[in-house]
């Protein structure tokens, strides 16, 4: 579990910085054995200096072997267990997008499928439909009338939607209504439980009027609706830990994940120069800053060494900025490793790295995954990283006397 | 939690002999970023030995980031799970100045305080009246009479005191009377539960009892009570191990923190060097041996770098009289850091080091901060610690077939 039981009973207040920096997907892999990963190619002489004046360590994003998606990845890092606070699929889905949840709300992901004459699914993916075309099909989806509650629909990509229903007494428990399987009609939502009983009814006639709103289509003519769920619970960063928080990411998914947690989104930045010309606007406003720079991640998933390196390379140049404003706790990390010849995220332990005046300098001079391998951090999971910061930032009192 | 479950069903007996010897806040830092810590500075060339022919390890009290007091950073040490097993206040206290606590007795940690004409209270500590003062008070309080029950009353120091109250149906959760703020009452005692309601009783009698008691006094004519609590339940050595364990500390604290977990107290030694002695004469009465150093700790809560140097010296001094007596297992720890650069104990993982002629020898050469990193043990949760010693004195059996 996370040790929130312990943070809310000794945090203390104090005017320490902290800095989290997570560039997202940071850790790697060589492209051949005995080789050097992404970040230990990449000339990164400023981070190198943090290493030296820091501690490292590698993260264990979930439990090894456990490669997480964005969500769990975040969790963790912010310090909420990601076993154990789950966000559901519609809920991510609706994060991803920048719709912010409430507390009357349940998301669901809607996939857009083709129904044969008999009513049953011949594509569940509806012809892979391209998003420009799927995209004016969730708008015409905003018509649905359900009395009672209030629908909001989101397009995604190609055959993805995001639903919302929004109305009292509805709870987020109700099965998916995809068969998983062509030549049978979709399921009908079904509530696993009694609290869920009024979304299952609401559910079933917002499918009734998307079939009437579009029974003209050839490819897209139903929907299917998958991972109901509630706004997740997760007490905010100030019930927690005491701290102001505030995010300066620029993608949608990172800024929800941050809102979900109760830190307060920051400027508009679109660039990392305008993420830090953000930071050092906020500097007296909040206690905590999470950082979020994504092209790690998207270099990594798309397989592209070179370019992953080069952005590791950009995040470099951009550290004196940030040093410059002396925070008291600056921590670099990722939220899991996207190794570019995986192509994918994956469960390797991220390496990281922590500046402080008191965080026990352990003799690394390079910041790197096998450097880090003999850093004072050890290997330990991410959601020990809050503990770790607070403690650096002089923000947690002494457990028993 | 603890590994007692484990500990219970695997013990065995034997005739190996185990030493932990428990430098306090043995950790540190450099006081420059990229120094040396007090451990590393000390020239300590029976340790180093020790360290050649041992594993070193590095020892996290509790969890990342936390800081223990000495309660929770020697329970870990014990193998007792410090986040499971939580030593009230009151118990703490009584513990700390030698009181045995009996399964009938609830302790309370007493303030005085000085209340004006109206009852309010004026000043919380009784304007830090001198510890002289005080200690005459307490003993005067020891004539308060409380039908029903008997009531212990300790001195402590400054306007700090121990109330016990022995009886039948106590239980130990009531509400602190300290108001935390001066210009009011002090409240009175208030049971959390039905099962304390008989002490809540019994406390406010007592409080009437003082106030008569003190009347005539200027500073100190009120008290105040805080952290009601019962002995704590903890399982002996005996029980958990299979180990007849003996404790040789100097200080009441340690001593009463070892008898909590049914440890004998052996001798009444006031120096290392009697300690040692205390040791040798017991070496045939037990299995099991917690000698507890203070000094590293009280230097480093100094700030004094050089004295906590000199003490870790004096330390290393002595081993070789441990050593002549040839434990099967011989273990140097501390139960948490306390760097002179702090002040104050610290989150810092403690450096360990485990001597037997099966503990798999790592490389290290140096007892430190530093070189702990590199050490077989790993970084590894205190509360293993008492697995390993048992493991490396032959007294654990295998786990399933």
């Known amino acids: 579990m996370d040790m929130h039981h312990l943070t809310r009973e000794l945090k203390q207040p104090g005017d320490s910085k902290i800095v989290l920096l997570v560039a997202d997907g940071l850790g790697g ?3 051949e054995p005995g080789g050097l990963t992404e970040l230990e190619t990449a000339r990164t002489p400023n981070l190198d200096a943090l290493a030296t004046r ?6 264990i994003p979930v439990k090894p072997g456990i490669t997480p998606g964005s969500g769990p990845g975040h969790l963790g890092l912010f310090g909420y267990d990601p076993l154990e606070y789950v966000i559901g699929r519609g809920a991510l889905e609706a994060t991803g997008i920048g719709f912010e949840l409430g507390p009357r709300d349940v998301a669901i992901r809607g996939n857009f499928c083709t129904l044969d004459g008999a009513g049953n699914i011949s594509d569940r993916r509806a012809g892979r439909i391209p998003s420009e075309e799927s995209k004016l099909l969730a708008i015409r989806l905003r018509e649905a009338k359900v009395p009672g509650i209030e629908v909001f629909v989101e397009p995604v990509k190609e055959h993805r939607f995001v639903v919302v229903l929004r109305g009292d007494g509805l709870k987020g428990d109700v099965h998916d209504t995809d068969p998983q399987i062509t030549g049978v009609p979709p399921l009908d939502p079904v509530a696993h439980d009694p609290a869920s009983q009024r979304t299952a009814e609401m559910a079933a006639k917002f499918i009734a009027e998307a079939r009437r709103l579009l029974a003209g289509e050839k490819k897209a003519n139903g929907v299917t609706l998958r991972g109901f769920s509630a706004k997740p619970a997760l007490p905010s960063y ?9 995010a300066i990411a620029v993608y949608p998914m990172y800024k929800g994940l941050a809102r979900l947690v109760g830190m307060k989104i920051v400027g508009s930045a679109q660039t990392l120069a305008e993420q830090v010309a953000v930071l050092r606007e906020h500097w007296n406003d909040f206690d905590f800053f999470f950082m979020h720079f994504k092209y ?5 998933e798309d397989g592209n060494f070179d370019a992953k390196v080069k952005r590791i390379e950009e995040l470099d140049a951009a550290m004196p900025e940030i040093t410059a404003l002396k925070p008291t706790v600056l921590i670099v990390t990722g939220d899991h490793s996207t190794p570019s010849y995986l192509k994918s995220h994956s469960w390797h332990p991220v390496p990281t790295l922590l500046v402080s ?7 690394c001079r390079k910041f790197g995954e096998a450097e880090a391998l003999h850093g004072g951090l050890g290997q330990f999971e991410a959601k020990y990283l809050m503990l770790l ?3 650096n930032a002089g923000r947690l009192a002494k457990y028993g006397a």
Do not use: F, I, K, N
Not at 54 to 59: A, F, P
Not at 240 to 245: D, E, I, P
Not at 357 to 363: A, I, M, P, V, Y
């Open 357 to 363: 005046d008191c965080c026990r300098t352990d003799g």
């Open 389 to 391: 910061a607070l403690a």
């Open 296 to 300: 790690t991640d998207s270099t990594g």
């Open 29 to 31: 892999l060589p492209m």
């Open 54 to 59: 820091g501690v490292l360590g590698s993260s």
């Open 238 to 246: 100030e019930e927690v830990y005491g701290l102001r928080a505030a």
